[in-house]
């Protein structure tokens, strides 16, 4: 009799030790988002024609590129970033790409108000404007990665 | 206050070297993109100033840019280190799930 309830308290602490642990997972990133790749990607493709278009087809001459030659695509790009910031917001553990997100739109408005400011652009700061935007695209996209890599399993 | 982005940089990118093990090259890759990319910038700003294309004032202003730059660096980085210790500690779990489910089924 007393064998029998040692054995049914020892299967039951087991039972419970394992519901304990099962679907127990560490979770320090959110879940990877295959949309949110995908939104940075064309995000990033779309500031890079918007400042290799002023680049190649404008100059400074004539007012070939005052601001308001580009200012609906500042307002098309700054929608992007803006969404993007949103849809960062919104999920949970993920302070870092949400911070990476807002020094990114920081820094987008800041070129957009210089620009607008000096009515004009040479091509070293549209070179330098871009090198900056790539930057903070890659280091979103290193983010996602990260992301993708939490939820695979290491290789063996 | 004095603040070396490069050191800081190297610093982090080696206090994680000794805790991701393998996964070294995940951390280490894009690390060296960001030192590149950082270089070119820092050169074509120097470029900029010294042939007067931009003002003091505004090279003053870009620099200021490079630590938010650094910072989303920074960020990256802590992503993929979660990521690895995320990967790595349910691993073990899973070890140790199927360990006592193994031992669960040899008793019964």
């Not at chain 1, 879940?31 to 940075?40: N, P, R, V």
Request: with cysteine.
């Amino acid at each position: 009799m007393k064998i029998t309830t040692f054995n049914r308290s020892f299967f039951l602490i087991y039972l419970g030790l394992i519901i304990s642990i099962s679907g127990c997972k560490i979770t320090l990133v959110p879940s990877y988002d295959a949309q949110i790749k995908e939104q940075i990607e064309s995000t990033s493709k779309e500031i890079d024609r918007f400042y290799l278009t002023m680049m190649d087809k404008t100059t400074n001459s004539e007012g070939g590129r005052s601001y308001e030659q580009f200012r609906e695509g500042y307002i098309n790009i700054e929608v992007e970033l803006l969404s993007l910031l949103k849809k960062n917001r919104v999920r949970p553990l993920n302070t870092h790409s949400t911070r990476i997100g807002e020094i990114t739109l920081e820094l987008w408005r800041k070129y957009k108000q210089e620009h607008k400011e000096d009515n004009a652009i040479p091509d070293g700061l549209i070179k330098l404007n871009m090198l900056a935007m790539s930057d903070l695209f890659y280091a979103m996209l290193i983010a996602e990665k990260g992301k993708e890599l939490a939820e695979n399993p290491p290789a063996n | 206050m004095n603040f070396d982005i490069n050191e800081v940089l190297f610093q982090m990118v080696g206090a994680i070297k000794q805790n991701v093990g393998e996964n070294w090259d995940e951390v280490r890759n894009p690390a060296n993109v960001f030192l590149q990319n950082r270089k070119e910038r820092l050169a074509l700003l120097a470029e900029l100033l010294i042939s007067k294309e931009i003002t003091q004032e505004r090279f003053d202003s870009r620099m200021e840019d490079e630590k938010l730059i650094a910072e989303a660096h920074f960020h990256a980085i802590a992503v993929i280190s979660k990521a690895i210790a995320q990967r790595a500690a349910n691993a073990a779990i899973d070890i140790f799930q199927k360990a006592v489910k193994t031992a669960l089924n040899v008793a019964n």
